[in-house]
């Protein structure tokens, strides 16, 4: 590798360490949303709770963070069909983000501001879509990011089945305690499958580094 192709690297190297933290740090607000609706503490979009602004403020991590590594093709998300999906569901989160900031800062009805509704409603089809479509390409390749997909796709499946559970099945007792724990099970994997985009991201050029 040549001296300038190496120097041209560096602040990409950096830059992708740096989104990939920001990632990580938002999946770790993230958690401690759900610690705090645990505690007690309400959690919504555009709400003035330690809860809702805690949330806000992940949401807007893995938004700008999910953008940055989409954009930077920081390894292993360098192929096209990742950064692509990477790059619709950041954009769904920022269209989302952007709805919950507006939404606090409206003295009245924030469902009357056509702005915000179409932000949130439109912020939350495309970041469906960006899971959708991420999942997908991470389960085209081989190694972490299929690790990661599979993951995803469990925990969401985990939590789908406890909702399933206590709304269809009246459970009560043992198997709504069963279906309680199985949510929050599935919480935790998906957090960590998150996490793991971020963690990736700082490690990724770090590993390849000595790659021509």
Known sequence: MTLTRLESRVPNQ?????????????????????????????????????GSSVFAAALACIAIGT???ALLGAQPFGTRAVRLSLGVLGFGLCCATAGALISAASAYDPLENWTVVVLLLGGGLVTGIGVLASVFAFL?????????????AAGILAAWAAGFIVNTMSAGGILRSLALLLAM???????????GIGLLAMRGHREGQATP
């Open 14 to 50: 950096i830059a992708a360490r740096v989104a990939g933290l920001v990632v990580l740090v938002g999946w770790v607000l993230m958690l401690a949303t759900g610690l705090l609706f645990a505690a007690g503490s309400s959690v919504g979009i555009g709400g003035s709770s330690v």
């Open 67 to 69: 953008v940055a590594i």
């Open 140 to 152: 085209w390749r081989r190694g972490p990011t299929r690790v990661i997909a599979e993951l995803f």
């Open 185 to 195: 099970a599935g919480g935790l994997v998906v957090v960590g499958a998150g996490a």
